[in-house]
Every structure is written in C-alpha cells, then in structure tokens.
C-alpha cells in the first residue's frame, strides 16, 4: 500500500474518532513545585511526603475498568531548576499485568504508558512529543512543525518502572530544558494502556481528549511554582446575552496578563460555571476561537472589552461573567447567487464569503476558480499552507484533489475505450485476474463500467472491513456502493493492457490534450516545493506526498488549473456525442446517507456527481482525504461552475454552500 494510501487511511479514522473540535487545552490543571535531587529509579522514598497526587480519572475506550481493583492510579509531579527537568511519578494498580515480549509487539497487545508533552506551549499553537514506553516498546511521535517537539528524542527522558504486586511504579525524568521557567505552564497530559489477559484492552487518562500523541488541545496544563507559591481560587460563569438552550462552551482560558509563558484552561460545566486554582496575578478571560459552533449555529464570542480577573494569593476570587453574544452569525447566502451577476463588486462579495467562513470553521486554506460564460472569470487563493509556520497560499500552491482524481482517470478510460483499447463491459478479469478476490467468483462479472459507475461490489477500502480484506457487497453490476478499490484495480489493468504506467496514459490522455500542467499524482521535486499541509482541526498533518499514484485520491493541483477540465466537460471536447451522453446519464441513485446534504434529485453518472435543479443539470464531483476537503460543479445550461480546494477537515459547511452563494441563491423550506 502506498504511502499516500496509508496517510488517507490515517487521515480518515483519526476524523472518525477524535476530530471533536476541542480548541483548547482539556482542563485539568496541575501544579509542579521544586523537588530536591531524584533518583529515576522506581523508588518514590525521595520524593517529598506532602506532595499532591492528581487521579487518573478518564476512561475514554469503551472498555471501562471493572473496578480499581483492575485499574487505577494517580500521578505527581515536580522539577527542578538547577538541571531543568520535570518529573513525574506514576503510581498504578493492575490485577492482571500483561507483557508482549514477542517480535510484532504493538501499543495495545500489552500494558504500557504514553506521556505526550507540548513543551513551548504557545497560546498561538505549538506542536506535541509523545513517547510511548514499556520493557518491550519504546517510541516517540514529533510533531514535525514544533521547534522543540520535532527534535525530542529518548535522550530527554530518564524512565524507571518497577512492579510491587498488583502496583507498578513509572518514574520519569523529563529534561525541558529554556523550556521549563518558573511561572510558566505547559501542557501535559498521557494514556495508561491496560490490556488483560483476557484479552480486553482499554486506556486512561488524566484529563478529557483524544489522540493526545499529536494533539496539543487534548492536554492538560503542568504551571511551574515557587516554593510555597499560595494559589487563587478562581470561580465564574460563562453565560449568553439572553436566555438560550443552547450548549455552552465547555472550556475557559485564563491568560495571564503580565507573564506571556502562563495560561492555562478552566473546564466549564453544563450550567456555565467553572472554578480553577491558578497563581495569584490578573488574567485576561478568553475562549480559544473568535467564533463558537453548538450544533450547526455560529456565534462570535470574542468580547468588545476586555474580561479580566485578579488572583490573590490564598483567596477564593469571584470573576466578571463572560457574556456570549445570543445573536447567530450571518450564514452569507443570498436569495440570488452572486456569479449570476458577476462583476468586480461581486468578487469582493466572494472574498468576504470564503474569508468569513474561513474564520466561522477554521479553515486555514483555499484555492478558488469560477467560470462563466465558458470561460474562468475569477481566480482567488486565501490563508495558508501551514498554521504553525503561517506560510502563505499562493498561485502555485497545490492541494491533494482526493476523489476529484476518479473523473480525471475516469476521463482518460473512456478515452481509450472509444479507441477499442479497452471494452468498458468486458470483465476486468479477462484482462488481469484480482488475487485479492479470486476467492469469489462473481467478481469475474465486474467491468470498467461498473468501476466507473461504483457498482462494483467492492468496499469503498478494504480496510473499513473487520479483517482487513477484499470483499464483495453484492454482485458486481446490481447494486450501487462508493469505492475507491475498484478504480485502484482499473489502475492496474489500465497499466497491463497499455503496457505504460497509468501517469503517461494521464499524460497523453488527458493531462496533456487539456492542458493540466502543475498537475501530480505522485512525489517529486517540484511537488514536494508546492504541496500544501492538509490539517486536522487546524493542527498540520505529515506531508506525507504518494510514492505511487492512486487513481481514486492521490492527484495534486489548483482551482486556476483545473478549470481546464471542467471547460473541457463543459464544451465536450475529447470524447464523442454519445460517450458524453453516458457520462451525464443516471447510472445509480445515490443512498439517503450520501444523498441528504444534497439540493434536489442527484445521482451518479459516469464517475461525475448529476444534480437536477431549476438552472438546469450540472456535473461534478467532490473529494475528501481527512485533512484535504475539495469540490467542483459545471451548471451545463449556465455555463457557469464552480471548483475550491481546501486543506482542512472543517470545510464541510463551506463546500455545501458553495453552489447556493454562488448560483442557486437561498434554500427555501417548503
């Protein structure tokens, strides 16, 4: 499997399970002061006997600890100055202490314990180290944006761990170096693996949050303190300008206002109130985000003036309410599309809409090209290609197309096929035999058409399946089903009936006859210069760029260039009359569950998305790699369309709004 396969499968799962918005640390807080000279031997004899301990209290797997007999810790902290470390001590029980001594031994085939450590913890986003540690496991996750998380290694960390019966010590000494300063905080946060011998398996945690090993907001806060520092009880309320039965904000930063390195976060309730013992000082209360979704309304909750508290040392201290506008934000569509009327008054009206909704989901980059009048009329890109380092988009900045790539190939089939290079219903199997699914014969029935209409059988990936494997849903041909397997195999027997690789057959296919240079399926110099990072929740992901081209997600390009082929659909150049006709006739109804986003009728043509509105058909398609959200459309009456990439997970709202900000105008409910 290649690379870029193996990043889109990441990519995809780390969405379904942890993409949960969080923007902030997770609330928990703990307070480290000064410990004398540790020995990092399991023995906690020298730590001091006054120190506080801290529950692990969160089991986020859904397999939960029978009872503290079968899991439960606690854990504490300190440091010390002169040889900048922090340490932490981990006490925990286990009735059934499992060991994976074997060669494939994996994070969840045995007990181990994960500490993820966001050292620099800037309030304007830094990265996560993560070390994974057990007799038989030791790794490290960098995040490779972050000036410190990139370059942390095992060199940093000292780690002991003795069994007591049914208790293990963890002990750990973390060197931070300029990083650890007295009255600054970081965040901190880990996962205790738990596996027993009956082969259940769960983790813990401290505090709330998912995939801590990479995500900086599913930590909690460690604040650095002097000796005998006196903490501030902090209470307050998070309440809207008027009464509303919408969820509040479930997290609170207090931002201290004469020592930039100190911040920390305050868990909120159901009923808005919040209370966090922090050092005395005046801080500035904020929510992470100038704007706050509840299901699927927006508001701004930034302040007009400045909310502040003063901590006093040893005192409880009541803060002002933070008051949260009750007034939703404006969504921007207008009753008529703007490129109906397009001129340069409405090129503005479009910035502001992609700039707003921008900072409405936290989009950090986008690439946009419209066309009318069967021509492009406008070219814009916005944000950036990195949060971390702020780099800017520009013209040649390209973006992973994710399944915008099947028309693109789809193209180039249908193009051989009217040469007689390939029968679209001649089984796939006559031409190359799929020993991933040989096992059941009624894959000999499949056809290219069938991989071009998804009507294949197959899964959209194999890997959604429980074990892994190539299966058919149903026999190819009778039913319809998304998937990117079956374009991979055409890939193969492309490749096989040509004798090329399927990047010339693009070449001299489509690439070339169109036009779409500064366009990429796979890694090399000049892509590895202008590829964007696609992001999860404004966190970058890897840039991890495909080995191989994968002919369902991997093409790279931009909204300027890939009007080229849209114009090329739009005026049914390349291919004849009736292979035109086929492409933009039903071929199978979409499901409720792909359907419900959609205006009007839709369906699936030939690997092109069909909708019918009252301006007429259009055709296009959408893409969505996880961290990398796409679209495009042609109204074929109208000669207008549309096409945007995006680098981000929250783009949803923004790509389905597209075509009624741009052309069909305000959805009206009966």
Not at 357 to 363: A, E, R, T
Not at 629 to 657: A, H
């Amino acid at each position: 499997m290649s690379a870029a396969a193996i990043k889109s499968i990441g990519i995809f799962v780390l969405c379904l399970l942890f993409c949960e918005n969080l923007s902030a640390h997770n609330g928990s807080v703990a307070y480290a002061y000064p410990v004398g000279n540790i020995k990092v031997d399991g023995d906690l004899s020298d730590w001091p006997k006054n120190i506080r301990t801290y529950k692990i209290g969160i089991t986020p797997s859904d397999t939960k600890p029978k009872n503290d007999a079968d899991f439960s810790g606690y854990f504490q902290v300190g440091y010390n100055l002169a040889n900048q470390s922090l340490y932490v001590a981990f006490t925990i029980t286990d009735d059934d202490y499992v060991e994976d001594t074997s060669k494939t031994v994996r994070w969840d085939t045995q007990d181990g314990l994960e500490v993820s450590l966001d050292a620099r913890h800037l309030i304007s986003g830094s990265g996560v180290a993560s070390f994974m540690y057990s007799n038989t496991l030791r790794t490290v996750n960098n995040a490779f944006y972050d000036a410190f998380a990139s370059k942390a290694s095992w060199d940093m960390m000292e780690v002991a761990m003795v069994r007591h019966g049914n208790t293990r010590i963890y002990e750990w000494r973390m060197k931070l170096g300029n990083e650890l300063a007295v009255g600054k905080s970081i965040g901190f946060d880990f996962h205790v693996y738990d596996k027993d011998s009956d082969g259940s398996f769960s983790w813990s945690a401290w505090g709330k949050g998912e995939a801590k090993y990479r995500n900086p907001n599913s930590l909690g806060d460690i604040v650095f303190l002097p000796a005998g520092k006196d903490l501030s009880a902090i209470t307050g309320k998070i309440t809207w300008s008027s009464p509303q039965d919408v969820k509040l904000p479930g997290l609170l930063r207090l931002i201290a206002v004469d020592h930039p390195g100190l911040w920390i976060t305050a868990a909120v309730d159901s009923l808005g109130n919040y209370t966090v013992m922090a050092p005395a000082g005046k801080y500035q209360l904020a929510l992470p985000d100038p704007y706050y979704q509840s299901a699927d309304k927006i508001y701004a909750v930034e302040q007009p003036v400045s909310v502040n508290v003063t901590g006093k040392p040893g005192q409880k201290v009541v803060a002002p309410d933070f008051r949260i506008s009750a007034a939703v934000v404006p969504d921007l569509i207008p009753e008529k599309g703007v490129l109906q009327d397009f001129s340069a008054a409405t090129a503005g009206r479009i910035d502001h809409f992609i700039e707003t909704y921008q900072q409405y989901y936290g989009i950090p980059g986008v690439s946009l090209a419209l066309i009318k009048d069967g021509k492009m009329v406008y070219h814009k890109v916005y944000g950036v290609t990195n949060t971390m380092t702020g780099e800017k988009v520009n013209d040649n900045t390209l973006f992973e197309a994710a399944s915008v790539t099947k028309p693109v190939f789809a193209f180039a089939v249908e193009r051989l096929a009217e040469r007689g290079v390939i029968d679209l219903d001649r089984p796939l199997y006559e031409y190359l035999p799929n020993k991933d699914i040989e096992y059941d014969d009624r894959y000999k029935l499949m056809t290219a058409r069938h991989v071009l209409t998804h009507r294949t059988g197959f899964p959209n990936w194999r890997w959604m399946n429980k074990d892994g494997k190539l299966d058919l849903k149903f026999t190819p041909g009778t039913a319809y089903n998304y998937s990117g397997e079956g374009f991979e195999y055409l890939k193969l027997v492309v490749e096989k009936i040509t004798g090329k690789k399927v990047e010339q057959v693009l070449q001299e296919e489509v690439l070339g006859p169109i036009g779409l240079y500064h366009t990429f399926f796979s890694k090399n110099d000049s892509l590895q210069n202008v590829a964007a990072y696609g992001h999860i929740d404004k966190i970058p992901t890897p840039n991890d760029l495909p080995e191989k081209p994968g002919m369902a997600y991997s093409m790279y390009t931009e909204a300027g260039i890939f009007t080229k082929f849209m114009l090329y659909l739009l005026e049914q150049k390349g291919l004849t009359p009736a292979t035109y006709d086929s492409i933009l006739s039903r071929h199978s109804d979409y499901p409720a569950s792909e359907a419900h986003y959609l205006d009007g009728p839709a369906y699936m043509g030939m690997s092109l998305q069909i909708r019918e509105t009252p301006f007429g058909k259009t055709f296009g398609h959408g893409g969505n790699n996880g961290d990398f959200k796409c679209r495009f459309e042609v109204y074929k009456d109208l000669k207008m369309g549309y096409v945007i990439f995006t680098n981000s997970n929250t783009s949803d709202v923004l790509l389905e709004n597209m075509h009624r900000f741009l052309v069909e105008g305000k959805k009206t409910t009966p």
